[in-house]
T-cell receptor
Framework: DAGVIQSPRHEVTEMGQEVTLRCKPI?????LFWYRQTMMRGLELLIY????????DSGMPEDRFSAKMPNASFSTLKIQPSEPRDSAVYFC????????????FGDGTRLSIL | GESVGLHLPTLSVQEGDNSIINCAYS??????FIWYKQESGKGPQFIID?????DKRQGQRVTVLLNKTVKHLSLQIAATQPGDSAVYFC?????????????????FGKGTLLTVNP
């Protein structure tokens, strides 16, 4: 079975550039989550969607970060302009909506901003 | 704010021994807990979950124990193997009340690195 698919797996770019991370959730799942993982802060929830609608974006660090979910099978996380401190691994996860539903993670995008 | 934390950041065991990874949570309203395993270069992988109306749940070589009195969660791995070496995270499911009803999100602990020595 196809799991959560993220692209690209690795991204290296210079500061100031726009970065777009992509996620395809597991088919049938209707909740989608974006996380950022760093050694210093661990795994942080950035934003999540239920039925393609953003529910809680309180974890989005700054206005430079934005996320969209135009349909049930695709979501993007965009950083514009990027800064070196944005360097991290970004994970997407999906689940069925509701209580007691485990989230399933993709293998992440390792982002390096030079 | 309330958070999930781990007692031990690292754990080293001999192959074949049993491993116990501990986790403390502080939100008494949390009603669902999950253990994840993360290997290098990969995303967290679901291992086992438990609802708050249970105190023990068993899977293949893994057992999760929940003590709601002291807000403690543990993961036991039987006959630990080299392939079990990874970072293990506990996560608690928290409910948010919104205009559309209840929404749920996970809060993760900082992780425990398990190293299995041959």
């Amino acid at each position: 079975d196809a799991g959560v698919i993220q692209s690209p797996r690795h991204e290296v770019t210079e500061m100031g550039q726009e970065v777009t991370l992509r996620c395809k959730p597991i088919s049938g799942h209707n909740s989608l989550f974006w996380y950022r993982q760093t050694m210093m802060r661990g795994l942080e929830l950035l934003i999540y969607f239920n039925n393609n609608v953003p529910i809680d974006d309180s974890g989005m660090p700054e206005d430079r970060f934005s996320a969209k979910m135009p349909n049930a099978s695709f979501s993007t996380l965009k950083i514009q302009p990027s800064e070196p401190r944005d360097s991290a691994v970004y994970f997407c996860a999906s689940s069925f909506l509701g209580q007691n539903q485990p989230q399933h993670f993709g293998d992440g995008t390792r982002l390096s901003i030079l | 704010g309330e958070s999930v934390g781990l007692h031990l950041p690292t754990l080293s065991v001999q192959e074949g021994d049993n491993s116990i990874i501990n986790c403390a949570y502080s939100n008494s309203a949390s009603d669902y807990f999950i253990w994840y395993k993360q290997e290098s270069g990969k995303g967290p992988q679901f291992i086992i979950d438990i609802r708050s109306n249970m105190d023990k749940r068993q899977g293949q070589r893994v057992t999760v124990l929940l003590n709601k009195t002291v807000k403690h969660l543990s993961l036991q791995i039987a006959a630990t193997q080299p392939g079990d070496s990874a970072v293990y995270f506990c996560a608690e499911n928290m409910r948010e009340n919104g205009s559309g009803g209840s929404n749920y999100k996970l809060t993760f602990g900082k992780g425990t690195l398990l190293t299995v020595n041959p």
